[in-house]
């Protein structure tokens, strides 16, 4: 006995003659199981809902066809608000400039960062002139003071400013244009 065993018969429309009629026969119930799981799971019901639908397609007929529908839409709506709490317990929204959570720590992270870093670095040495020496002085992790860089690079403390910023200026299209240059989906250009 198949699910479709359950449902009248209905017109041809190429599911077997019951495809609407299997709908009919189940939409109030999926939609009242959905609707009382929803929100213990933490997902919209027509989202939950249309996981149900999508596993009862799946199985309307062959081996894998439910022989009580009625409880087997139960347990389908059961199992995939579970499934939706795992996912919100692991997943989590990405907000630009917003927190970074558990991915701070992560070894891809450190990964991405050290990439970074190495990346900034490299540029930081094409740069012209004195600018590869002034924006190492002034990342140096002791933290030097103007007057400190200023006596290290043998430059008036005045024109660290103006010069930091012409610098930066360069730095800044300097990595735009890399980031720019690879083409679409990644391929290089």
Same mark, same amino acid.
């Given at each position: +006995?198949?699910?479709?065993?359950?449902?009248?018969?209905?017109?041809?429309?190429? =599911?077997?003659?019951?495809?609407?009629?299997?709908?009919?026969?189940?939409?109030?119930?999926? &939609?009242?199981?959905?609707?009382?799981?929803?929100?213990?799971?933490?997902? $919209?019901?027509?989202?939950? $809902?249309?996981?149900?639908?999508? *596993?009862?397609?799946? *199985?309307? =007929?062959?081996?894998?066809? @439910?022989?009580? @529908?009625?409880?087997?839409?139960?347990?389908?709506?059961?199992?995939?608000?579970?499934?939706?709490?795992?996912?919100? &317990?692991? $997943?989590?929204?990405? =907000? @630009?400039?917003?927190?970074? !959570?558990?991915?701070?720590?992560? @070894?891809?992270?450190?990964?991405?960062?050290?990439?970074?870093?190495?990346?900034?670095?490299?540029?930081?040495?094409?740069?012209?002139?004195? %600018?590869?020496?002034?924006? $190492?002085? +002034?990342?140096?992790?002791?933290?030097?003071?103007?007057?400190?860089?200023?006596?290290?690079?043998? +430059? /008036?403390?005045? /024109?660290?400013?103006? =010069?930091? /910023?012409? %610098?930066? !200026? %360069?730095?800044?299209?300097?990595?735009?244009?890399?980031?720019? /240059?690879?083409?679409?989906?990644?391929?290089?250009?």
């Amino acid at each position: +006995m198949t699910l479709l065993d359950h449902v009248p018969e209905a017109p041809a429309d190429g =599911t077997g003659g019951r495809g609407p009629a299997v709908v009919h026969a189940l939409h109030a119930l999926v &939609r009242a199981e959905a609707g009382a799981e929803a929100q213990a799971a933490g997902i $919209e019901a027509a989202d939950l $809902e249309q996981a149900v639908w999508l *596993r009862l397609l799946e *199985r309307r =007929t062959g081996p894998d066809a @439910p022989a009580d @529908p009625a409880r087997w839409v139960r347990a389908a709506v059961r199992a995939e608000a579970r499934t939706a709490r795992r996912r919100a &317990r692991r $997943e989590r929204a990405y =907000t @630009p400039g917003g927190p970074l !959570g558990d991915w701070a720590g992560s @070894p891809e992270r450190i990964a991405v960062g050290a990439d970074e870093r190495r990346a900034l670095r490299d540029a930081v040495g094409r740069l012209p002139g004195r %600018c590869p020496r002034l924006i $190492e002085a +002034m990342l140096a992790p002791h933290d030097p003071t103007y007057r400190e860089i200023a006596g290290e690079l043998g +430059m /008036s403390q005045g /024109s660290l400013g103006p =010069t930091r /910023s012409r %610098c930066l !200026g %360069c730095l800044r299209r300097m990595l735009a244009a890399e980031v720019a /240059s690879p083409g679409l989906r990644g391929e290089q250009g």
